[in-house]
């Protein structure tokens, strides 16, 4: 089997390697593969996210995945030889205030029913964990099996990993899916070229639904949600952990790479098809990014950047077969597209070449839309 995959972000690439690792042949196609919305992600893992809280299917998917990243960050780097930037250092969750620590001790209780491993700390144990921090620290968690990942780093060795498994990567644009006969043979090429396949997989975020050739409702909305998301530097690392940090009511969250980058993110925006970084966006993070940790106002300004994040009609990720035969989706993971890498890929995979999705992904097929509709 062939599979066509449209979309070079971690989504795309990660299910290309896994196709290839599962003996079919894949051909990944973007114009820009190391410029996605992932290629801009922080890429923090935390144990849990409020994306996730009160919505069991997607809870589920999300720790499944979150079990699955230690194992496919090890065979990504053997198939790569090279990093992708995993570290599994501990998450900290600091509170400034009584009311976000209490937000926190509600959190606490969640995470330790789902058996997660989480410390309570004082605020002498978050300062002594991350002196850096601001000393009016009320509180906070400890998740010590969770960490981040760099998504840049993530990229570059899923696409090693693809070439070295003998796929192609094609950097030109799809304009739109070719059928024959009601079924998706493959895709159109800008360039004016084609590309056949047994089946086409789109994974291109909240260019999804735009492309040509596709039947009316076979394909739901995927809107673009804005994100700005900085990035700081220093010699040294500035922090030592992933950290989360709640002031107000308003959250941010620092995630540390082991070269001295700070990231920062990240505003949330539904803006449409705007991707402006604005003085407003900048301002607000870095007021947030100050308020935990007083000292970054001395670091390096490296990078203000702007990512749309894939967000489906009811917020959920969009796996699986598509009412036209041969064509399939993977897209729609809103904010949480590197956390949920893992079991996205094992699931398509698995569908591709057991004709079946897992049952921890079945509520995503794209058939809820369809027959909501019908």
């Not at 998740?143 to 030109?172: E, F, K, N, Q, Y």
């Amino acid at each position: 089997m062939h599979v066509v995959i449209v979309g070079g972000g971690v989504i795309g690439l990660a299910a290309a390697w896994r196709a290839l690792a599962a003996g079919l042949t894949a051909t990944v196609i973007d114009p820009a593969p190391a410029s996605k919305a992932s290629h801009v992600s922080a890429g923090m893992l935390p144990p849990v996210t409020e994306q996730v809280h009160d919505r069991g299917p997607l809870l589920r998917f999300y720790l499944d995945s979150r079990d699955r990243y230690p194992s496919f960050v090890a065979e990504l780097e053997d198939d790569a030889g090279r990093p992708a930037g995993y570290r599994r250092d501990g998450v900290l969750d600091a509170a400034f205030d009584d009311a976000d620590l209490a937000g926190l001790h509600q959190l606490r209780d969640f995470q330790i029913s789902l058996g997660i491993r989480t410390e309570t700390l004082a605020a002498r144990d978050c300062l002594s964990l991350e002196p850096r921090l601001a000393p009016t620290v009320h509180g906070g968690l400890f998740a010590p099996d969770d960490g981040s990942v760099d998504p840049r780093r993530l990229t570059a060795a899923l696409i090693d990993a693809v070439l070295r498994r003998g796929g192609d990567l094609v950097t030109d644009a799809v304009t739109g899916v070719v059928t024959a006969g009601g079924r998706a043979t493959g895709v159109r090429l800008r360039s004016g070229g084609t590309v056949s396949g047994d089946r086409v997989v789109l994974a291109a975020g909240c260019w999804t639904h735009r492309l040509g050739g596709l039947p009316p409702g076979a394909v739901p909305e995927i809107r673009p949600v804005k994100g700005q998301i900085l990035r700081l530097r220093s010699d040294l690392p500035f922090l030592t952990r992933t950290t989360r940090g709640v002031v107000a009511g308003a959250s941010v969250y620092l995630v540390p790479r082991l070269d001295g980058e700070l990231v920062v993110g990240a505003t949330y925006e539904d803006v449409g098809d705007d991707t402006a970084v604005t003085a407003g966006g900048v301002q607000d993070l870095l007021a947030r990014a100050t308020a935990v940790l007083p000292g970054a106002t001395a670091l390096e300004f490296a990078e203000a950047s702007t990512g749309q994040r894939p967000a489906a009609p009811d917020g959920l990720p969009v796996i699986g077969e598509t009412n036209v035969p041969g064509l399939l989706l993977c897209t729609g993971h809103f904010r949480i597209g590197v956390q949920l890498t893992p079991a996205t890929a094992d699931a398509l995979v698995a569908l591709l070449t057991t004709g079946e999705l897992p049952e921890s992904a079945k509520p995503f097929s794209p058939s809820r839309f369809t027959t909501a509709t019908a």
